[in-house]
């Protein structure tokens, strides 16, 4: 079960800001719990709807699969990043866009084409024209 704030560490840790026995201070927590709020409400725009209720608490475990977890840690890395002044580098960038690759994958709908009744002996009428 991973935590709000043990994906917070492990982006940090993931683009360099803490080392491996650190833990971010209060408002690092704090502003990070934002951020993953912020990148989790986005990604429903791209099709990923995780049906995400805000994450309220550093505490709050994340609801998602174990196999949603990697795509979240590096993507956190990368939203984060910046705020830190980190330039990342081409293989926290290649695993965050392989991981939001596979996620889109994952929650990609195929909707069926459908169309209007009424538009049937138009069709009829064209077979063999197109």
Not at 45 to 65: F, K, M, Q, W
Not at 72 to 87: M, Q, S, T
Request: aromatic share 6%; no cysteine.
């Amino acid at each position: 079960m991973t935590t709000a704030r043990d994906m917070i560490t492990r982006s940090l840790r993931a683009i360099g800001v803490l080392h491996s026995t650190e833990t971010p201070s209060a408002d690092e927590a704090l502003d990070g719990l934002s951020a993953l709020n912020d990148m989790l409400n986005s990604w429903i725009y791209t099709g990923i709807d995780l049906e995400h209720a805000t994450i309220e608490s550093l505490n709050d475990v994340l609801p998602y699969p174990d196999d949603h977890m990697g795509p979240i840690r590096w993507n956190l890395a990368v939203r984060l990043a910046p705020d830190y002044g980190v330039e990342l580098t081409a293989a926290v960038v290649a695993l965050a866009k392989e991981g939001f690759d596979q996620m889109l994958r994952a929650y990609m709908r195929n909707d069926e084409l459908s169309f209007d009744g009424a538009l049937s002996s138009v069709f009829a009428a064209n077979r063999g024209r197109i």
